[in-house]
């Protein structure tokens, strides 16, 4: 009789089941809080920034502020070990003991040394290599239709963002597959140092959603500091030649932003694209008043992130102010339920 090999899911619960274990094994250096086990990121540089839980209803999630990466225990294997899920799989049903040729190890992934910078110029190159061939015009395409389903029409900015693209195949790892992509340039210093993908999928001819993935939203890259410019305000000079003074909102989340400067023309409106980046922001000294828009998030991690990013700024001698969405769990929520009164 033959046994049926447990499925992904049952995997994924299996290893949830495991975590405090599991964590040991793949990131040794992580430091428990609770439920928690917090490390710099899945790479295993010290920090806080990458949250995985080891206990409670949500045992076997995870996910890193920092890259905007998450998902399940499977996932995070993937992750840390930098490969693709089936190559995951087969590292779990090892580590759990269910493969039936497969040999137990329990040996913990090698610590990885960081990138050497060659790496990550070639990684920054790959970016750009994106950037130039995305289509610079999102319409009539399908990053138009999901941003639109969003309630984001960008005909009402002023100017549409130069930082927005659309590429009508691109190649998503967690697929296996060429997907469409809203591309989104990330800048620091006036340069591109990274892309943000949202990967899409067509759910009903001409309806536009993310794709149904565990990571629809990916970087390539080095987010650092980096921020995606949406909207130039009341001044309309680019970041780098911001005038003295200038007040820039800094969000989160590409969809929150859009809905912020279609709501506010006079603000500079800028996305850091993930609340860890949002504490590394690099901006101009002209700069000098900030508005943190966060969502509504009362997870421990994501205030202590919100509190740093804050006591950032306010180091550099910069104003600063947290706004709040009044409903749902961020402005893009607002704005939704603006437009359906």
Request: contains cysteine.
């Amino acid at each position: 009789m033959t046994t049926r090999a447990p499925s992904p899911a049952e995997i994924s619960r299996m290893l949830a089941e495991r975590m405090p274990s599991l964590v040991a094994d793949l990131c040794p250096a992580a430091r428990r809080e609770g439920h928690l086990a917090r490390i710099g990121s899945p790479d295993g540089e010290p920090g806080q920034s990458c949250a995985i839980h080891v206990g409670g209803a949500r045992a076997g999630r995870w996910h890193d502020f920092a890259s905007g990466q998450g998902g399940d225990a499977l996932d995070l294997i993937a992750a840390v070990r930098r490969v693709d899920l089936r190559e995951a799989m087969a590292w779990a049903h090892s580590w759990l003991g269910t493969g039936a040729d497969l040999p137990l190890s329990r040996e913990p992934a090698a610590p990885r040394p960081a990138p050497p910078a060659e790496d990550a110029e070639a990684r920054r190159r790959s970016a750009l290599k994106i950037w130039l061939a995305a289509r610079a015009s999102l319409a009539g395409t399908p990053a138009e239709a999901y941003l639109a389903r969003r309630g984001i029409d960008l005909a009402e900015l002023a100017r549409a963002p130069r930082a927005l693209r659309f590429h009508p195949g691109l190649w998503c790892r967690e697929a296996g597959a060429h997907l469409p992509a809203l591309v989104a340039a990330v800048i620091r210093g006036g340069d591109l140092c990274a892309i943000h993908r949202t990967y899409l999928a067509e759910t009903q001819p001409g309806k536009w959603t993310k794709a149904r993935l565990a990571s629809p939203k990916r970087s390539l890259g080095s987010l650092a500091g980096g921020v995606i410019p949406l909207q130039r305000g009341a001044s309309g000079r680019p970041l780098r030649a911001a005038p003295d003074g200038d007040a820039a909102v800094i969000g989160e989340g590409l969809e929150t932003c859009l809905s912020i400067a279609i709501a506010c023309p006079e603000f500079r409106v800028l996305c850091a694209v993930s609340l860890g980046n949002l504490c590394a922001a690099d901006l101009p000294p002209a700069v000098t008043r900030i508005i943190l828009a966060a969502d509504n998030d009362v997870a421990p991690g994501a205030q202590k992130l919100l509190r740093r990013a804050a006591q950032n700024f306010i180091e550099q001698g910069r104003e600063v102010r947290i706004a709040r969405s009044p409903v749902g769990k961020d402005f893009n929520d607002c704005l939704k339920e603006s437009q359906s009164q």
